[in-house]
């Protein structure tokens, strides 16, 4: 076979090489191709499956309900005065929040609360329990007639932590719930839902006095100093601090002019714990149409209690701040 055969022969067979490998390639690539298509479908395929049969985001969110379940809960302090209604529908909505403990009733009226009211709200906050769950109701019932009775020492508290409310107030369970769980952070702060604020007056000559402002001046602001006791968690030591140590001419203002006690509340915390108070956002329902705050005047008079109240502490111990605790589960966004 001459040389010219044999390179004729070799660039064949080389060619015949170059295309079988050519082929081999895409064949390995094709079947690679095919196998990793396959294997991310079938571990696409396991992920559900595991999800669909042990979620674990439903499986934390269960621990920590459990977490929290094993925890104490709260008691439930009402203000109330005649509106009968009101209490009702109240206590009988709050009766059924998963951690209630129980539900004291602030009662100052002439005469006692008469039995079929008791009889009444017992057999809601029975029927409303959750879960065999008993909540126990209670009438604290106040020979006087004073605004200071909403923060009386009670001694046999089993909770730590107090929730107290107005009577034409609501809030959704999931709501106080998670006030609640803002407090267990910072069980030694106030925790509410209606926030105020205190701005220092700089003109005509007046040094260190104080206005008290409203809503609007928070949301203008995005500024607050005070969270109301009307719907606001706290530690039951402060009723304490609040029936025994509060100045007593501070006690008598309040029951004289009928207002203020919720002002002086947040001075005594503030005071104590030289930081502010938390307010946690959630939708308001109010049931009632009356109140303190509906009647002319309310803004001074409360302005002189801030003045008042700094006098008799020898200082302001109000502390700004501009956080505000939102559920993010309620959100679109994070």
């Known amino acids: 076979?001459?040389?010219?055969?044999?390179?004729?022969?070799?660039?064949?067979?080389?060619?015949?090489?170059r295309r079988g490998d050519h082929?081999?390639?895409?064949?390995?690539?094709?079947?690679?191709?095919?196998?990793?298509?396959?294997?991310i479908i079938a571990f696409a395929l396991l992920t559900l499956a595991c999800r669909s049969s042990r979620p674990w985001f439903n499986t934390s969110i269960a621990v920590a309900d459990q977490i929290s379940r094993s925890r104490k809960g709260y008691t439930l302090l009402m203000n109330t005065w005649k509106r009968y209604d009101l209490l009702k529908k109240s206590v009988s909505h709050y009766a059924s929040c998963s951690r209630l403990d129980s539900i004291h009733i602030v009662w100052s009226e002439p005469n006692p609360p008469s039995e079929s009211l008791k009889k009444y709200l017992e057999k809601v906050v029975k029927k409303k329990a959750r879960d065999g769950h008993e909540v126990e109701l209670r009438f604290d019932v106040n020979r006087e007639d004073s605004l200071n009775n909403r923060f009386k020492e009670i001694r046999d508290l089993k909770t730590d932590a107090?929730?107290?409310i107005d009577d034409d107030?609501?809030?959704?369970?999931?709501t106080v719930d998670f006030a609640f769980n803002v407090w267990e952070s910072a069980p030694e702060t106030?925790?509410?839902?209606?926030?105020?604020v205190h701005w220092?007056?700089?003109?005509?000559?007046?040094?260190?006095?104080?206005?008290?402002?409203?809503?609007?001046?928070v949301w203008w602001s995005g500024t607050y100093s005070m969270v109301l006791s009307k719907a606001a968690f706290?530690?039951?030591?402060?009723?304490?601090?609040?029936?025994?140590?509060?100045?007593?001419?501070?006690?008598?203002?309040?029951?004289?002019?009928?207002?203020?006690?919720?002002?002086?509340?947040?001075?005594?915390i503030a005071n104590a714990?030289?930081?502010?108070?938390?307010?946690?956002?959630?939708?308001?329902?109010?049931?009632?149409?009356?109140?303190?705050?509906?009647?002319?005047?309310?803004?001074?008079?409360?302005?002189?209690?801030?003045?008042?109240?700094?006098?008799?502490?020898?200082?302001?111990?109000l502390v700004y701040t501009s956080m505000k605790a939102v559920d993010s589960r309620s959100l679109w966004f994070w």
Not at 1 to 17: I, N, Q, R, W
Not at 23 to 39: C, E, H, N, Q
Request: hydrophobic fraction near 35%; include cysteine; charged fraction near 20%.
């Open 23 to 39: 082929k081999l390639r895409k064949f390995v690539t094709a079947r690679s191709a095919k196998f990793l298509l396959l294997s």
């Open 162 to 164: 107090v929730f107290s």
């Open 273 to 317: 714990t030289n930081a502010p108070p938390i307010w946690v956002k959630g939708k308001i329902y109010e049931i009632g149409s009356t109140g303190i705050s509906s009647i002319g005047g309310h803004t001074e008079k409360r302005t002189h209690c801030v003045n008042r109240f700094v006098a008799e502490f020898g200082r302001m111990p």
């Open 1 to 17: 076979m001459g040389g010219g055969d044999v390179s004729k022969e070799m660039g064949t067979c080389s060619l015949a090489y």
């Open 200 to 217: 220092p007056e700089q003109s005509n000559g007046k040094a260190d006095y104080y206005t008290y402002s409203g809503w609007w001046s």
């Open 169 to 174: 107030i609501i809030f959704p369970c999931h």
């Open 234 to 268: 706290f530690h039951k030591k402060y009723l304490s601090l609040y029936t025994n140590n509060m100045p007593a001419s501070i006690r008598e203002f309040t029951t004289k002019n009928r207002n203020c006690e919720d002002i002086a509340m947040s001075f005594l």
């Open 190 to 196: 106030m925790v509410g839902f209606v926030p105020r």
